[in-house]
Structure formats: structure tokens, C-alpha cells
């Protein structure tokens, strides 16, 4: 079921915030597992597994739907989380999908993406993290019943 409220808050750590109650609610034990677009959407595992950091989960980045090429987030002291090994998860209790898997772009269709993950060990409830809607399509939200979906919007003010 996907979460009906909008809550409103400011800046990356609203963002962090959010996310970090939505796996808190689901169960906080498990692998993570990030999916998102190449180079654009990895900072924002590492940025989002930060929030997290105290919760017995590990997390783990897929690039678009290439489970061959999953790897670990791995703390690296004075750095913050960095994208570490090639190696997969063992029970991924959340996948958290980012929103630049809906970039025309990268073209990962939705129900190839659920293959993908389907085929992957675990429980798998569904989180998406995303900018200005680009997953609230019903393509996307049909395919995956995300538990929740964090909608984001960016403004710039330039003077």
C-alpha cells in the first residue's frame, strides 16, 4: 500500500529524515538494496545509507536492472559510504528504487527492472526515492505497490 500523507520538509535532512522513518516502520534488519540509474542516482544510495547508518542493515547498489554488477555500500572512514566490492546481498529486505531509473535516458522499463529484482533473494518491500514525480507514473507504482514513495521537489533560486 502505498503512503496516502504528504509531509512537508526542508533540505537533505528532511529527505534523510523521511527516508530513514520509512525503513524504520518496515524493519530495519536485512540487506538494503539501492537501485538506480548509473552515476546520477549511486551519491544518493550513499548519501541515503548514511541516514541509516546505525540500523543493522547493509546496503547494496544495483545499476539499472544489472544484477551481475551488484556491490556493496561500504562505510569508508573520513570519506562518508562509497560504492565498494562486486558482490550480492543475501536477503534484501527493502530495495529502495531511485528516481533516475524513470529517465528516458537510461530506458529501464518497469517490468523488466521487477524482473530483475524478483529473481533477487528476499523479502523485498519497495521504498522509492525520487525527484519531482518521475516515479509516480502509474507504469512505475502499478508495477512495484511501493510501501512508500518519497516525492521530492527541488527548487533553485538563482540571484
Not at 500500500?1 to 528532511?14: A, F, I, R, T, Y
Not at 530495519?28 to 538506480?36: A, I
Not at 524482473?115 to 518491500?125: H, Q, R, T, V, W
Amino acid at each position: 500500500m502505498l503512503l496516502e500523507s504528504k509531509v512537508e520538509v526542508k533540505g537533505l535532512s528532511g529527505l534523510s529524515k523521511s527516508f530513514r522513518a520509512a525503513v524504520e516502520s518496515i524493519g530495519k534488519e536485512g540487506d538494503m538494496l539501492f537501485v538506480g540509474s548509473p552515476f546520477t542516482c549511486l551519491p544518493f544510495a550513499e548519501f541515503l545509507s548514511y541516514g541509516i547508518r546505525d540500523f543493522p542493515l547493509k546496503p547494496f547498489f544495483m545499476p539499472s536492472s544489472e544484477a551481475s554488477k551488484i556491490r556493496e555500500i561500504v562505510k569508508d572512514e573520513g570519506y562518508g559510504y562509497q560504492l565498494g566490492k562486486l558482490k550480492a546481498g543475501t536477503d534484501y529486505r527493502i530495495v529502495t528504487l531511485l528516481g533516475g531509473l524513470a529517465i528516458p535516458k537510461y530506458g529501464v522499463p518497469p517490468k523488466v527492472l521487477k524482473e530483475a529484482i524478483d529473481s533477487l533473494p528476499g523479502k523485498k518491500d519497495k521504498v522509492a526515492v525520487c525527484f519531482q514525480g518521475s516515479l509516480r507514473s502509474p507504469e512505475w507504482t502499478n508495477t512495484f505497490q511501493f510501501k512508500y514513495l518519497i516525492d521530492t521537489d527541488l527548487t533553485v533560486a538563482m540571484e
